[in-house]
């Protein structure tokens, strides 16, 4: 995760209180964080996730001590906020909705596969590890300080998604028919 001469002009601006620069990097941030954020919260609480980070780093920006480690900071703060939220609305479903759930197997069809509701059968932190390789190809070292994990940690939590995810997309046999 390489950063380029003006995004750490733009940091080190931002942290003496320039609006326009930290509004820039909210710009070049915000799509590839929203998208990382959908993948742990949804849809719907994605944006807002994001937009909590960044008030969050504006507030935090200047204890920032390396420039040059921003994006990973700002993911890390995405993450910790994405985590939160997603253990936050596993408790508090609505009774509606909690009956209305959608079992993640009778998501896969023959032709289709709802993606949300399969990655729904995996804990945040197993989200957020497939959607940083998979999604943004990072290392395993560039995801480990992005969320704040041991790389070990990553990759156990990449197994567990993976074997989580092979169970969930297993086919299931109608009862009484025979393979």
Do not use: Y
Not at 119 to 127: D, E, G, I, W, Y
Not at 135 to 155: F, K, P, T
């Amino acid at each position: 995760m390489g950063v380029d001469a003006d995004e750490r002009s733009l940091v080190l601006l931002a942290q003496h209180g320039d609006a326009a620069a930290f509004s820039r990097l909210v710009e070049r941030h915000w799509t590839w964080l929203v998208r990382f954020a959908r993948s742990v919260v949804g849809e719907a609480e994605a944006e807002d996730c994001v937009q909590d980070g960044f008030v969050v780093a504006w507030t935090k920006l200047s204890g920032l001590r390396q420039p040059d480690a921003f994006r990973a900071w700002i993911l890390r703060t995405v993450s910790r906020l994405a985590f939160r939220r997603a253990r936050w609305s596993a408790r508090h479903v609505p009774i509606d909705e909690a009956a209305d759930a959608q079992d993640p197997a009778s998501a896969i069809g023959p032709e289709t596969v709802d993606v949300e509701a399969v990655l729904s059968v995996l804990a945040p932190r197993q989200r957020a590890v497939m959607h940083l390789t998979v999604i943004e190809n990072m290392s395993d070292s560039d995801i480990s300080a992005a969320l704040g994990l041991a790389a070990a940690s990553v990759r156990s939590h990449r197994r567990r998604a993976r074997e989580m995810l092979l169970r969930a997309l297993k086919p299931v046999s109608a009862p009484g028919v025979r393979r």
